[in-house]
């Protein structure tokens, strides 16, 4: 399996962006659909937005859907996650993680990064 390494978080205001980045080591970054997770403090962890191993096909959540865009770099074994509009609930420890479903869902990825942590705040 994959291993990851998120970074790019950080203290970020009401409306701003952020750009984070999830690279991958191990092989075969091509074969694996890679997802973004989000767990705010005191709840539980949420799938938010995933990208086909192909890279044709993208998944988003509703609560992000036109503010976050996902895309990756085969090249370069990354994915990246660009916010905008970015509000208090997006506050939050942002992972990564893969899966070989042909069809995933949610519980069908693993091998979670330690995660990158962001706080929307003023």
């Known amino acids: 399996q994959l291993q990851f390494v998120e970074s790019g978080g950080g203290l970020v205001q009401p409306g701003g962006s952020l750009t984070l980045s999830c690279t991958a080591s191990?092989?075969?970054?091509?074969?694996?659909?890679i997802g973004w997770f989000r767990q705010a403090p005191g709840k539980e962890r949420d799938g938010i937005t995933y990208?086909?191993?192909?890279?044709?096909?993208?998944y988003y959540a509703d609560v992000v859907k036109g503010r976050f865009t996902i895309s990756r770099d085969i090249a370069k074994n990354t994915v990246y996650l660009q916010m905008n509009s970015l509000n208090a609930d997006d506050t939050g420890l942002y992972s990564c993680?893969?899966?070989?479903?042909?069809?995933?869902?949610?519980?069908?990825?693993?091998?979670w990064g330690r995660g990158t942590q962001v706080v929307v705040s003023s």
């Open positions: 990208i086909s191993s192909s890279g044709e096909f993208i």
């Open positions: 191990g092989y075969g970054f091509h074969n694996y659909h």
């Open positions: 993680a893969s899966s070989t479903a042909r069809f995933p869902a949610w519980v069908d990825f693993d091998s």
